[in-house]
């Protein structure tokens, strides 16, 4: 069994910077792979980034450029450094860990990004 708790959510004016965390308890598996989601009001959930095999990583059109992952593999824990933020980045974040065709899920961590 696999749990996720996010953190470093909060309130940030527009161009400004925050990190989430993502840190996560149970075995990790080499097959395991692990990303950001988001959901903003009213709005289905989206990709932000995810890693999607070894070092390989995918990002959303949106985000490319600003938005950054990474992982520390000994700490268990996933990262999102989250730069030049805009008003449309405001969700709820969600770490999410694939393993086969199973997906786990964090509570989320509110983004809040005010002009």
């Known amino acids: 069994q696999v749990q996720l708790v996010e953190s470093g959510g909060g309130l940030v004016q527009v161009g400004g910077s925050l990190r989430l965390s993502c840190a996560a308890s149970?075995?990790?598996?080499?097959?395991?792979?692990m990303g950001w989601y988001r959901q903003a009001p009213g709005k289905q959930r989206e990709l932000v980034a995810r890693f999607t095999g070894g070092v390989s990583t995918i990002y959303a059109d949106s985000v490319k450029g600003r938005f950054t992952i990474s992982r520390d593999n000994a700490k268990k824990t996933l990262y999102l450094q989250m730069n030049s933020l805009k008003p449309e980045d405001t969700a709820v974040y969600y770490c999410?860990?694939?393993?086969?065709?199973?997906?786990?899920w964090g509570q989320g961590t509110q983004v809040t990004v005010s002009s």
């Open positions: 149970g075995s990790i598996l080499g097959i395991d792979t």
């Open positions: 999410n860990l694939a393993r086969y065709s199973h997906l786990y």
